[in-house]
């Protein structure tokens, strides 16, 4: 039975890795997409057993693919390929339902082995990292460390302005507004703006602001 994968991004992994699937008797890639719009409606489409996405998108995240498909499908393979292979990535990928992580810095035959593994088991994780990460997160202070960017939309999230209001306000594109704002959910375990303003206030990541700002 063959396997069929929808490549989402135009990054040399992923093209080295397309190839490697078409000279794999396994596996056919299907379709390609650059965007999460692009993706998103490729994937209603082909309806392909495993979606390969790169985690940075020019419109968005590939976690939102990750996430809109998952919410469709539980038999989806969904595998992430990233740049950026810390912690909070591989915790983040993990909770938007992916079934493999892969770093960038990997040879293409791992990311073919980790899309044949999505397509058998599309709801487990697997990552090469993971068992470190958690040892990691187990260990670590419960206060989150927010980047010097994510402060400042914390702040502006606090002063109840929107997305495109904060990407205005710090010279940023919708997109990564929406991103660090994704970033800053997950690290506070929250699932809207009213959960993570209570949880930074808790956590004394707003002590800074004055207090009739709320």
């Known amino acids: ?49 495993v979606v390969v996405t790169d985690l940075q998108l020019p419109d968005g995240h590939g976690l939102d693919i990750v996430r809109g498909v998952r919410a469709e499908s539980e038999t989806v393979g969904l595998v992430v390929l990233t740049m950026h292979a810390g912690d909070d990535h591989i915790f983040a990928a993990m909770e938007a339902g992916a079934s493999a992580f892969v770093g960038k810095d990997s040879k293409a035959t791992e990311v073919v082995s980790a899309a044949k593994h999505a397509a058998v088991a599309p709801r487990t994780f697997l990552c090469t990292g993971l068992a470190v990460a958690m040892m990691r997160r187990a260990s670590s202070p419960s206060t989150p460390t927010l980047s010097g960017r994510e402060a400042e939309v914390l702040s502006l999230l606090a002063d109840g302005l929107g997305t495109g209001e904060i990407a205005s306000r710090l010279y940023l594109s919708e997109s990564t507004a929406k991103t660090h704002i994704t970033h800053i959910y997950q690290k506070l375990g929250a699932a809207n703006r009213a959960q993570a303003l209570v949880t930074a206030m808790r956590m004394g990541l707003l002590d800074h602001l004055a207090p009739q700002r709320f």
Do not use: N, S, W
């Open 1 to 49: 039975m063959t396997i069929t994968v929808l490549l989402v991004d135009d990054h040399e992994l992923i093209r080295r890795a397309g190839a490697r699937f078409e000279r794999d008797e396994q596996t056919a890639v299907v379709g390609q997409a650059g965007t999460v719009a692009e993706g998103l409606a490729r994937y209603a489409e082909l309806k392909p057993d």
